[in-house]
């Protein structure tokens, strides 16, 4: 097998490269060299792999740094030469032991993968090994050598053959889920309080390879919420699936409602008379027109709760938010003057009538 080329070079960029190009870059080859549109085409196969590895580097900014110092060396499995002239080589390794480590030699420098999956730089100098390896990973190698028989706390339970290389530092084969993307789509107040079908378009970087989805958008989705596309982002590598599409929601207003969660607040006006005497009032909900009671005696700013005449809470099925009607009272305007006349007649009985009854209380 020949020797890896230079991930730069995979993707046709410098390496000054920012990581818009670096995607950019990507999108086209991976287009150009896709299995889906070069079936039994081995050659295409394996530059595949090689420009999704080479982006897997180099959209990574932590191994990124890496490679740009230590090159391919930084992910090689085993790495190097072993310590000093006779000392451990990748043999003296468990077989998925260092990924990425490198030799030993005096004055090497290298990096390693630590447990948590990220990667740190060493360099060496010369020294005792098992201070070097205490450095490195902690106390998990104190009182153990390289030259005899392993302890509990060496190279036995914890160290190369236990769970120690073998199960923190990860396999030889390389698996990585493809990156997720991230897109846009925008609906009206009813698409999202009802629930929808809609139908979006995806492209690569370079707006050819075109394809239509169609996305479910679930009743009582609210504003700034995602929908997530399992396996609708970029391809995985080594045989791993491919990355999620996260689509964020813009959700539209709609004139006369105003949304808070489930809840749906409205307002509508009344007559006078209708305020005073008591009756009925027309009030919009999502679902229609509905006659909602009035009161008598209700006052403008009033609020009226409609159970259930919300939106749906998503995700459960049946339960809704209420619907809250705050009433406006229609002051009359223009009157003339017998309704003016009549209405000084209507306050002076009412005053005589609280006066009376005040008196006899």
Known sequence: ??????????????????????????????????????????????????????????????????????????????GGAGYGAGGFNQSGFNSSGFGGFGGFGKGQSGA???????????????????????????????GSTFGHG?????????????????SQ??????????QDLNAEISISFDEAALGCDKLINLSDADGKGKQTLKVHIPA?????????????????????????????????????????????????NIPFLTAALGGEARVQTLSGQVMCRIPEGTQSGSKIRLRGKGIQVMGKAGVYGDLYVTIQVQVPRNLSEESKRKLHEFDASTRMTGARNSRTA
């Open 1 to 78: 097998m020949g020797a890896k080329r230079d991930y730069y070079e995979v993707l046709g960029i410098n390496r000054s490269a920012d990581k818009d190009t670096i995607k950019k870059a990507y999108r086209k080859m991976a287009k150009k060299y896709h299995p889906d549109s070069n079936a039994g085409n081995a050659d295409a196969e394996e530059k595949f792999k090689e420009v999704t590895e080479a982006y897997n580097v180099l959209s990574d900014p932590e191994k990124k740094k890496l490679y740009d110092q230590f090159g391919h060396a930084a992910f090689e499995e085993g």
């Open 112 to 142: 390693y993968r630590s447990p948590d999956g990220s990667y740190q730089e060493y360099h060496f100098e010369g020294g005792d090994m098992d201070d070097i390896l205490k450095n490195l990973f902690g106390g998990g190698f104190g």
């Open 150 to 166: 392993s302890s509990a706390h060496g190279f036995g339970g914890h160290g190369f053959g236990g769970s120690g290389f073998g």
């Open 169 to 178: 530092f990860g396999s030889g084969s390389y698996q990585q889920k493809g």
């Open 220 to 268: 009582g989705i609210d504003n700034g919420k995602s929908i997530r596309l399992r396996g609708k982002g970029n391809p995985g590598y080594g045989g791993a699936p491919a990355g999620d599409l996260l689509l964020k929601v813009h959700v539209g207003e709609r004139a006369g409602f105003e949304r808070k969660g489930a809840d749906i607040y409205t307002t509508v």
